[in-house]
């Protein structure tokens, strides 16, 4: 049993992610991506996917970083 950081359920199937260094544990994809996941620069909407890093900041898509100002950002994936 381990009890999950963001919500604190105690579950069986709780998983860890260590990101930088530390341990963090959670119950569910929703509460590690509401503790761990970047929140776009520009719409604030959390980013689970790649993102788009561009000008020392993340974006969701690459029309939010658009809209930011910068140039240059296409939304393809490689
Ligand atoms: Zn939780
Ligand atoms: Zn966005």
Request: charge should be negative; proline fraction near 1%; glycine fraction near 12%.
């Amino acid at each position: 049993m381990a009890t999950c950081e963001v919500c604190g359920n105690d579950y069986d199937g709780a998983f860890t992610i260590e990101k930088d260094g530390a341990r963090h544990v959670f119950d569910s994809f929703e509460c590690a991506i509401h503790a761990l996941a970047p929140t776009c620069a520009h719409c604030g909407c959390r980013i689970i996917g790649h993102g788009h890093q561009a000008g020392g900041q993340m974006f969701c898509c690459a029309q939010c970083a658009r809209h930011a100002g910068v140039e240059g950002v296409s939304d393809r994936a490689d």
